[in-house]
């Protein structure tokens, strides 16, 4: 599919891959004992899926991000709502550097507090 907008930059990738400060990818290369959200509670994890579509840490930045594509996101329309609107594309790559930025914040401060 060709597209006239939209760079698929650092904070994309590892959100779309899930391969950012998840602890639930944290915790396979045994960067994190945990992999439970901290914010939603034991037993769910903190995955890419849940903190993108699911965690209250980031509702507010979702609803931005929801306002601008004029829809709720779910794993089934994001991508096509990035591709077909580049101010959706542009909100969902400033939704992901926020997520990956706050995630990373959390990880050094857990670090931190155990090292």
């Known amino acids: 599919m060709e597209r006239k907008h939209g ?3 650092f904070y994309l990738t590892l959100v779309l891959s899930g391969h950012g400060c998840f602890r639930s990818y944290l915790k396979r290369f045994g960067h ?3 992999e439970s959200c901290p914010e939603c509670g034991s037993g769910i994890t903190e995955d890419a899926s849940h903190v993108i579509f699911d965690c209250r840490r980031f509702d507010e930045e979702r609803d931005e991000l929801e306002a601008i594509a004029g829809t709720a996101i779910s794993v089934d329309t ?4 990035m591709l077909a609107d580049p101010r959706t594309w ?4 400033e939704f992901a550097a926020k997520l990956i930025r706050s995630l990373r914040a959390l990880e050094r401060s857990r670090r931190e507090q155990t090292g």
Do not use: G, I
């Open 7 to 9: 760079q698929v930059d």
């Open 32 to 34: 994190d004992t945990e």
């Open 78 to 81: 994001l991508v096509p709502l």
């Open 90 to 93: 542009e909100a969902a790559a």
